[in-house]
T-cell receptor, first 113, second 114 residues
């Protein structure tokens, strides 16, 4: 199993550009989520999904869109990048029927200039 | 509503001395609690978890934590620090409802000096 994979590892955007951060898992987990990590803030939930076709907002959803067309993939879209979105983004997944442990991807470091 | 407070943003210890990282939580339901570790420029690794079984939880690398409901605490300890323990540690809470997300504390940076 590859676990949770994220691409790209690093990305630099200009203000106003759009892009999609990719996340995939091969563990057949129903639950997937996106977090952003900023210094001194811990990780904050952006969006999450409890299954294909179902998504919901987390603590900091503004400026981000998600969709869940398959169990495996949960892409995060930045519609119009802003410097405030400079952060490290982590995708995670878990089995809803299991022990609540979430498995994290390696992260994507995004810089918006 | 759930919340997590890590009482120290930075803890410094000497190699071979005990480690104590403090965490208090707030939860409306029976919580699951976790400690994650993040080494510099790395992803998150689960150290240990409490999910309503034994209140003293043992994790990897000699770490353990005790769930104290009366004090709403879940402090992380290790008897003897090692240089490789230097990292950022996150206390995390999740409620026992399907689909409920993880709530992270702001993190404690552990420094270990020789």
């Amino acid at each position: 199993n590859a676990g949770v994979t994220q691409t790209p590892k690093f990305q630099v955007l200009k203000t106003g550009q759009s892009m999609t951060l990719q996340c995939a898992q091969d563990m057949n987990h129903e639950y997937m989520s996106w977090y952003r990590q900023d210094p001194g803030m811990g990780l904050r939930l952006i969006h999450y999904s409890v299954g294909a076709g179902i998504t919901d907002q987390g603590e900091v959803p503004n400026g981000y869109n998600v969709s869940r067309s398959t169990t495996e993939d949960f892409p995060l879209r930045l519609l119009s990048a802003a410097p405030s979105q400079t952060s490290v983004y982590f995708c995670a997944s878990k089995d809803l029927a299991a022990n609540y442990e979430q498995y994290f991807g390696p992260g994507t470091r995004l810089t918006v200039t | 509503a759930q919340s997590v407070t890590q009482l120290d943003s930075h803890v410094s210890v000497s190699e071979g001395t005990p480690v104590l990282l403090r965490c208090n939580y707030s939860s409306s339901y029976s919580p699951s609690l976790f400690w994650y570790v993040q080494h510099p420029n790395k992803g998150l690794q689960l150290l240990l978890k409490y999910t309503s079984a034994a209140t003293l939880v043992k994790g990897i690398n000699g770490f353990e934590a005790e769930f104290k409901k009366s004090e709403t605490s879940f402090h992380l300890t290790k008897p003897s620090a090692h240089m490789s323990d230097a990292a950022e540690y996150f206390c995390v809470v999740s409620e026992e409802k399907a689909g409920t997300a993880l709530i992270f504390g702001k993190g404690t940076t552990l420094s270990v000096s020789s």
